[in-house]
């Protein structure tokens, strides 16, 4: 790496500290000692205070416990694990099969990136390729879903800074992205489409116009959130340098996605990493200047825009053909060849009870969700279920830049912070 | 077996070990990802011998318990199988290429070294694998639970932790009830 690269990622010397850190590195007995005692700070200012877990800002059930002085915040920590279920445990004692039902409830507002984090895992370890149909399938749909999602996090940061109405707008958008994939999955969310050797369905009939009609719709809706939000003086003057982090602090902490790009550092698994056909598409990685709230949220916006770009060439491209692998060791036979053939029940029925058997071995695969790199590792030992299976959350990792986004900042400033870091608590607890 | 033996004993493994290694541990390939085979006492050194290199992010850390596995064929002969496995993922920016690192992390009292100083990112991910394995880092800044409350027993990711045996806690209602 050359010296003007390291002057431009600047210094990451700040997420380092062990002492003086403004990650508050206090458990509950400790912070119920101080919150007890008056003599605990020599200041009168100073007090830990509670924020959450069911907090209006807190996007869930996030915790933060928050040293303050006066209204400036000084530690932070997050506290969580309220949503926990054990979901990689569970995915143990489910087959392969089912393995999508219990991922794509992790990240609720993306279910599909779970979803196709998983397939592509357990694709890599069955060594199976895919038909093209699927592939681009599997693209429109992802990139729907990340329209949907950026749909949310507008709607949840206007509310969260007082543009009430950018609530109600940002839901009805969402919304008729949600009405197209009820009509392709027949669920709203945690659709399970996306599975090993494909997709659950062929697109419905009609599904160019349907489509066609979002990438009508959409574009001039998002003119009138800019003259909401982006042009707004008040708006404006609440997210620009709130929160900033430099690119070199957001690699130390692993940081991935909208949060990363603010730094102005690109980096985009769609385009540098390429995987389904991604590299067969055009489209530009947005990235920010700054790296405060306001590039955060400037980024989400105009990640619609080149998604609904990328939309518009899948409806240009779509391949025929499958829309799932024929190949009899993971896909049931057609439902009228049942009633026919005895092999073929015989073969659905394997199926569905025992599930389909997958190599030893261990992958990794990752995707670029909406929130950044939605990793998924799975470890298989020639069972019908996965060993193990582990799904890296980004919201899980991008947390941690919480205490180091707020410190020093207002705690009207905090709340900022928490919706530009856009967490799914659903993801993060898992 | 101290601590010492197992190490004298892998070294002696690795110095009659003749198959491809990378960064001075045995490497292997699994579905065309580079995977590196080693030590915890290893683990610091290769680790900022692969940051000098380029590799800017530590992207993933996990861990698999291995106790009722039929027993790992990918490993190369000078690894000794351990119970649990710290499973690092790490990334290059700049040349686009991804590394994984299987930790042999012990079978009794598994402890690797942390990589707070060299990755800050790692720290929820650890504490994570500690809360769902029980699996210390050495070194670590805050080494507590993440996910489950503090007074929790037991680490449930662990293969001899059964589902659906422990009923649910609220450390508040204790005595209340």
Same mark, same amino acid.
């Given at each position: 790496?050359?010296?003007?690269?390291?002057?431009?990622?600047?210094?990451p010397? +700040?997420?380092?500290?062990?002492?003086e850190?403004p990650v508050l590195?206090?458990n509950?007995?400790?912070a119920?000692?101080l919150?007890?005692?008056p003599?605990?700070?020599?200041?009168?200012?100073r007090?830990?205070?509670?924020?959450?877990?069911?907090?209006?800002?807190?996007h869930?059930?996030? +915790?933060?416990m928050l040293?303050m002085?006066?209204e400036?915040?000084?530690?932070?920590?997050?506290?969580?694990?309220y949503l926990?279920?054990g979901m990689e445990k569970?995915?143990?004692?489910?087959s392969? !099969?089912?393995g999508?039902?219990?991922?794509?409830?992790?990240d609720?507002?993306a279910?599909?990136f779970?979803?196709l984090?998983?397939s592509?895992?357990?694709e890599?370890l069955?060594g199976?390729?895919?038909p093209? +149909?699927?592939?681009? =399938?599997?693209m429109?749909?992802?990139? %729907?879903?990340r329209?949907?999602s950026h749909?949310?996090?507008?709607a949840?940061n206007?509310? $969260?800074?007082?543009?009430v109405?950018?609530?109600i707008?940002?839901?009805?958008e969402?919304e008729e992205v949600?009405r197209f *994939?009820?009509?392709?999955t027949?669920l709203r969310?945690n659709?399970?489409?996306i599975?090993p050797?494909?997709?659950?369905?062929?697109?419905?009939?009609?599904?160019e116009? $349907?489509?066609?009609n979002l !990438?009508?719709i959409?574009?001039?809706?998002l003119?009138?959130y $800019?003259?909401l939000?982006?042009?707004?003086? =008040?708006?404006?003057e609440r997210?620009?340098g709130?929160?900033?982090?430099?690119?070199?602090?957001?690699l130390? %902490?692993?940081?991935?996605?909208?949060i990363?790009?603010?730094?102005?550092?690109?980096w985009?698994l769609?385009?540098h990493?390429p995987y389904?056909a991604y590299?067969q598409?055009?489209?530009?990685?947005?990235?920010g200047t700054?790296? $405060?709230? *306001?590039?955060r949220?400037?980024?989400r916006l105009?990640?619609i825009r080149?998604?609904?770009? =990328?939309?518009?060439?899948?409806?240009?491209r779509?391949?025929?053909?499958d829309?799932r692998?024929?190949?009899?060791?993971?896909?049931p036979p057609?439902r009228? +060849?049942i009633?026919e053939?005895m092999?073929?029940?015989?073969h659905h *029925?394997k199926? *569905?009870t025992?599930?389909f058997?997958v190599?030893?071995?261990e992958?990794?695969v990752?995707v670029?969700?909406?929130?950044?790199?939605?990793g998924?590792?799975?470890v298989?030992d020639?069972?019908p279920?996965p060993?193990?299976?582990h799904?890296r959350?980004?919201?899980f990792?991008?947390?941690q830049?919480?205490p180091? %986004?707020?410190?020093?900042g207002?705690?009207a400033?905090g709340v900022?912070?928490?919706?530009?870091?856009?967490p799914?608590?659903?993801?993060?607890?898992? | 077996m101290?601590e010492?033996?197992t190490?004298e004993e892998t070294e002696d493994?690795?110095q009659?070990y003749?198959g491809?290694?990378?960064y001075g541990v045995?490497v292997?390939?699994s579905h065309g990802q580079?995977v590196l085979h080693l030590?915890?006492?290893?683990?610091l050194?290769?680790?900022?011998l /692969?940051?000098?290199?380029?590799?800017c992010m530590a992207?993933?850390?996990t861990?698999?318990?291995y106790?009722?596995h039929p027993?790992?064929?990918?490993?190369p002969?000078?690894i000794?199988?351990e119970?649990?496995e710290?499973v690092?993922?790490?990334?290059?920016?700049?040349?686009g290429?991804?590394?994984?690192?299987r930790?042999?992390?012990g079978?009794?009292?598994?402890?690797?070294?942390s990589l707070?100083? /060299?990755?800050?990112?790692?720290?929820a991910?650890?504490?994570?694998?500690?809360?769902l394995?029980?699996?210390?880092?050495?070194?670590?800044?805050?080494?507590?639970?993440?996910? /489950?409350?503090?007074?929790w027993e037991?680490?449930?990711?662990?293969?001899?932790h059964d589902?659906?045996?422990?009923p649910?806690q609220?450390?508040s209602?204790?005595?209340r009830?």
């Amino acid at each position: 790496m050359t010296d003007s690269k390291e002057l431009l990622l600047g210094e990451p010397e +700040r997420v380092f500290r062990r002492d003086e850190s403004p990650v508050l590195r206090l458990n509950e007995e400790e912070a119920n000692a101080l919150v007890g005692d008056p003599e605990a700070f020599d200041d009168d200012h100073r007090m830990i205070l509670n924020m959450g877990p069911s907090h209006p800002s807190t996007h869930g059930v996030l +915790r933060l416990m928050l040293e303050m002085e006066g209204e400036t915040i000084l530690r932070s920590k997050p506290v969580i694990g309220y949503l926990h279920t054990g979901m990689e445990k569970t995915a143990e004692g489910l087959s392969y !099969l089912q393995g999508a039902t219990n991922v794509t409830r992790m990240d609720y507002a993306a279910p599909l990136f779970s979803e196709l984090a998983f397939s592509l895992a357990t694709e890599k370890l069955l060594g199976l390729e895919i038909p093209p +149909r699927a592939t681009w =399938i599997r693209m429109l749909m992802c990139e %729907l879903n990340r329209v949907s999602s950026h749909l949310l996090f507008q709607a949840t940061n206007g509310m $969260d800074l007082g543009a009430v109405s950018m609530m109600i707008y940002g839901w009805r958008e969402r919304e008729e992205v949600l009405r197209f *994939f009820e009509k392709v999955t027949g669920l709203r969310m945690n659709h399970n489409y996306i599975r090993p050797g494909g997709v659950a369905a062929d697109l419905p009939e009609g599904w160019e116009e $349907d489509v066609k009609n979002l !990438l009508e719709i959409i574009p001039p809706r998002l003119e009138e959130y $800019d003259v909401l939000q982006t042009g707004q003086p =008040i708006f404006r003057e609440r997210l620009q340098g709130v929160g900033v982090l430099n690119p070199a602090e957001a690699l130390a %902490l692993s940081a991935t996605g909208p949060i990363l790009r603010s730094t102005g550092y690109a980096w985009d698994l769609r385009r540098h990493a390429p995987y389904l056909a991604y590299d067969q598409v055009d489209f530009d990685v947005v990235v920010g200047t700054y790296g $405060d709230c *306001f590039d955060r949220f400037a980024i989400r916006l105009n990640e619609i825009r080149e998604s609904l770009k =990328i939309i518009e060439q899948i409806l240009d491209r779509m391949p025929d053909g499958d829309y799932r692998i024929q190949n009899k060791k993971v896909t049931p036979p057609p439902r009228a +060849r049942i009633d026919e053939s005895m092999e073929a029940l015989i073969h659905h *029925f394997k199926i *569905f009870t025992e599930g389909f058997h997958v190599p030893e071995g261990e992958a990794y695969v990752a995707v670029e969700s909406p929130r950044g790199e939605l990793g998924c590792y799975i470890v298989s030992d020639g069972g019908p279920n996965p060993y193990r299976m582990h799904i890296r959350g980004p919201s899980f990792v991008n947390l941690q830049t919480l205490p180091h %986004l707020m410190e020093g900042g207002l705690i009207a400033d905090g709340v900022a912070v928490i919706s530009s870091v856009d967490p799914i608590m659903g993801e993060v607890d898992r | 077996m101290t601590e010492e033996e197992t190490v004298e004993e892998t070294e002696d493994l690795i110095q009659e070990y003749s198959g491809p290694t990378s960064y001075g541990v045995p490497v292997t390939e699994s579905h065309g990802q580079t995977v590196l085979h080693l030590m915890p006492h290893e683990l610091l050194e290769t680790v900022t011998l /692969l940051k000098e290199e380029g590799f800017c992010m530590a992207i993933d850390v996990t861990a698999v318990d291995y106790l009722t596995h039929p027993g790992r064929k990918d490993l190369p002969d000078c690894i000794k199988p351990e119970r649990f496995e710290v499973v690092i993922s790490l990334i290059n920016h700049s040349q686009g290429t991804r590394i994984r690192l299987r930790v042999q992390a012990g079978t009794d009292d598994p402890t690797v070294p942390s990589l707070f100083d /060299l990755f800050p990112g790692t720290e929820a991910m650890e504490r994570e694998v500690w809360d769902l394995f029980g699996v210390k880092f050495d070194g670590h800044p805050d080494h507590s639970r993440i996910l /489950l409350p503090d007074s929790w027993e037991g680490h449930p990711l662990r293969k001899d932790h059964d589902v659906g045996q422990i009923p649910v806690q609220f450390s508040s209602e204790v005595g209340r009830l």
